[in-house]
């Protein structure tokens, strides 16, 4: 079953012409015979297909381990280490949790002292567990956080503590690894070919979806499907390839903003996900297109008018969802005192596809190249389908551009840079 439907304001064919073709079968054929830049990190191509069964249980058993003893879960990390749980919790999960639901809140992908004096305050009266995750092990804005949350957990539980904490990170290296060791910690590996943006059906992103109740096995059924799609189709039936050739055709003429488009704000983290994803896999020597969101119809009262109107270097691309999940329809009233009595029995769902409709129209005139994707629901299956998709493209429009899609030397320089200002040692 394809999920993904790809459309192009222009036809597909330009922007896959037989230069195009060429170059993607190319870099297909690099791509699973692990032979292109940065392809010690190519973990994440059959990571779906190859996990064990016993891998997943463990994962199983952990968070219903979670959900028995704690009302909150506290997920220390940033960037990739947080950036996938989040995506798709926010669009698995109800808007409003229910009480006797388990809280998933993060910390440490950010420094506010106000968040994280308010979120201990927070977790008074609650049983908590926390899953610290780092890849290196050593990233600063984590490593602030779990040092509060340690603190905390220690004082609340004393010995405790060593059972309701959990560390993702590296097998090897980091101090976050040393400290897991040291205290005795249950430990879940982050691959070594696995990179941050990539990780989320690592234990990185599993474990705290599972811990939420939702099913990591649908979740991973969906990435699968994704993963053996696309890697026999060729340009012609290859949304992934064929979403990085439109980019790249859009690119080389000047459209270097990528405006990703929702009508359902369930998905905003997933865009947050899809900007780090593509900036820091192809933000590199000078090139790369911005990924930029925006969520409809909420912006289209403000940064529409910049869309519609503005600098026309941008490109818009709109994630639809076919089917809404929960749905309401609009009522006749006998005053009619609003004046929508003529969109009576109007769906909510359907007012945003003609929405959807008459945005698109506007900005096409206005000068917007378009492409959209089409996921029939919001569930866990399409939702694993989606974003391996998205890593997928990733790698092929990094690859088109001649760039290492699996690097970031950019983070690492002010990574190391807040080190030499803080005089780390060693820095
Ligand atoms: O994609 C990446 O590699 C980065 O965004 C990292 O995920 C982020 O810097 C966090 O790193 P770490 O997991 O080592 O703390």
Not at 321 to 345: C, H, M, R, S, W
């Amino acid at each position: 079953m394809l999920m993904i439907n790809l459309t192009y304001s222009q036809a597909i064919e330009s922007a896959v012409d037989l230069k195009m073709k060429t170059r993607l079968q190319q870099i297909q054929e690099d791509l699973y015979a692990k032979k292109g830049a940065g392809s010690d990190f190519l973990g994440w191509l059959d990571w779906p297909s190859s996990l064990p069964d016993d891998f997943l249980s463990k994962i199983e058993d952990t968070a219903k381990a979670i959900r028995d003893k704690a009302d909150v879960l506290v997920v220390i990390g940033i960037g990739g280490s947080y950036l996938g749980s989040k995506a798709v919790l926010s669009a698995l999960s109800s808007y409003f949790p229910k009480d006797e639901q388990l809280e998933v809140l993060f910390a440490g992908h950010q420094v506010s002292g106000e968040y994280l004096k308010q979120l201990l305050e927070h977790l008074e009266g609650k049983e908590v567990v926390v899953n610290v995750i780092s890849k290196s092990g050593k990233t600063t804005e984590p490593a602030i956080a779990f040092r509060f949350l340690r603190d905390y957990m220690e004082k609340r539980y004393g010995d405790g503590a060593a059972e309701r904490i959990i560390v993702t990170t590296d097998a090897e290296k980091g101090a976050l690894r040393q400290l897991a060791e040291t205290k005795g910690y249950e430990r879940f590996i982050v691959p070594d070919d696995v990179g941050g943006r990539y990780s989320v059906f690592t234990a990185v992103g599993l474990l705290p979806i599972a811990a939420a109740g939702h099913s990591i096995r649908k979740l991973l059924d969906g990435a699968k499907e994704a993963e053996t799609t696309y890697r026999e189709a060729g340009p012609d039936n290859n949304p992934a390839m064929q979403y990085a050739a439109i980019r790249h055709h859009l690119y080389v003429q000047g459209y270097t903003t990528e405006v990703n488009a929702i009508f359902e704000p369930k998905l905003s983290f997933v865009q947050e996900w899809w900007k780090q994803l593509f900036g820091e896999s192809e933000g590199k020597e000078g090139k790369g297109i911005f990924p930029a969101s925006v969520v409809f119809t909420t912006d289209l009262h403000s940064l529409g008018q910049f869309i519609q109107d503005g600098q026309r270097n941008l490109f818009e691309t709109f994630l639809l969802v076919k089917e809404a999940q929960q749905d309401l329809e609009i009522f006749e009233t006998p005053e009619d005192g609003d004046e929508l009595n003529y969109i009576a029995g109007l769906s909510l769902q359907e007012f945003n596809h003609i929405a959807h409709k008459g945005t698109s129209n506007a900005h096409l005139s206005g000068g917007v190249p378009q492409l959209s994707l089409t996921v029939d629901r919001i569930d866990e299956s399409q939702i694993g389908h989606l974003l391996y998709f998205y890593m997928l493209s990733c790698a092929y429009s990094a690859y088109l551009l001649g760039i290492n899609p699996f690097d970031q030397p950019g983070v690492e320089e002010y990574k190391n840079n807040i080190f030499k200002l803080l005089k780390k040692p060693g820095f």
